[in-house]
């Protein structure tokens, strides 16, 4: 990485109201977290609500050792909270409401500094469902930064309109096998799954294209260099945020210069960790993910 090795993650915070109580969440915030944790420096841009939950969430931050300055608090609008639904497999399906605090994410001048001083930006789909949050992150993209986009489709807000110019702006995407077939879809593409992530990675000019698949691995595509991960069994205990970590530690090897086997072998080790604990932000040590690959 360049400038200071800073990463801006833009987006949702919330309330993940899990069948076992309510948990901290929200794909920026989870990237954020687990990114500091494997050593790298990173903020959270978002918006909460003037509420109890909104400064229990910004305590959490705090408590969890993330800068809190970039979390704005919006006066009308409350903080956001997910019905979080677990499937037979534990799978993830979700309940969003709107509007709520992070749709409002505004364009201050301490964010526009944020960006310009940045390395990278972590974002995604959801947060420009609205104008407001769209405006401002359409904004922060015109930056000379790497763009990283972390997809996250979620209904009914995973509209063509709305990703696709996104997606033409990243240089970095990352999405699941579902997501992929889904916007493949979107532009006419076809063939089997390593055909359409090579076709997309082309037709996006990525520089790198990431395709998890839950139990069964990951894809990456890397300047037209396709690597495979066949992933870690694990017993899931929910899969919220398993995808956020297989990111944050991508990432982390990535910029530390590590290859890409090595890069997708950690990811694929700290995402499988996640899905087989509780939550987005489950507690854990370095060393316990070199364990979980030795095992």
Known sequence: MNKNNQILCFGEILWDNLPSGPVPGGAPMNVALHLSRFGISSSVASSIGNDKKGAD??????????????????ETLPTSEVLVFLDEHNTASYEICEPVAWDGIALTPELVAEAKASSAIVFGSLASRNATSRNTLIKLLENNILKIMDVNLRPPYDTEANVKPLLEKADIV????????????????????EERIISTGRLLNLETLIVTMGKNGAYVLHKNELFHHKGFKVETEDSVGAGDAFLAGFLAAFFDGKDLNTALTEASAIGAFVASQPGATPDYTREVIKRFIKD
């Open 57 to 74: 969430l910004v305590a959490f931050l705090k408590q969890s050792g993330l800068r809190t300055d970039l979390v704005q608090v919006h």
């Open 174 to 193: 990352k999405l699941n096998d579902d997501e992929l077939m889904k916007i493949t879809g979107w532009y006419n593409l076809s063939g089997t799954l």
